[in-house]
Nanobody, 124 residues
Framework: QVQLVESGGGLVQAGGSLRLSCAAS????????MGWFRQAPGKEREFVAT????????LYADSVKGRFTISRDNAKNTVYLQMNSLKPEDTAVYYC?????????????????WGQGTQVTVSS
């Protein structure tokens, strides 16, 4: 079992930055791929970014490419999402997720564990 706890959300003006963190419990974190997803009110949960077990491979949604950066620190059992140049349309609850395969995929069904989410609100 893996437990995931997100932090770092908040209210920020458009053009600002936030860094989300996701702390994982368990001894197998370094073997999991990690992903970030988000869900806005009335919309489906959507893929944001993923990173494979080693950190050597990342993938981003087109809507965040060039603005967001996913990274991980396996020694700290933590994955990060650095969000720059934030836009009002980035407003959502952000979730981190763990994929036991270690590869990292873009669909929600590919993930085995989920955090509770952290709210990000970007004002215009």
């Amino acid at each position: 079992q893996v437990q995931l706890v997100e932090s770092g959300g908040g209210l920020v003006q458009a053009g600002g930055s936030l860094r989300l963190s996701c702390a994982a419990s368990g001894r197998t974190f370094s073997s999991y791929a990690m992903g970030w997803f988000r869900q806005a009110p009335g919309k489906e949960r959507e893929f944001v970014a993923t990173i494979n077990w080693s950190g050597g491979s990342t993938l981003y949604a087109d809507s965040v490419k060039g603005r967001f950066t996913i990274s991980r620190d396996n020694a700290k059992n933590t994955v990060y999402l650095q969000m720059n140049s934030l836009k009002p349309e980035d407003t959502a609850v952000y979730y981190c997720a763990a994929d036991r395969s270690g590869v990292g995929v873009v669909v929600t069904m590919g993930y085995d564990y989920w955090g509770q989410g952290t709210q990000v609100t970007v004002s215009s």
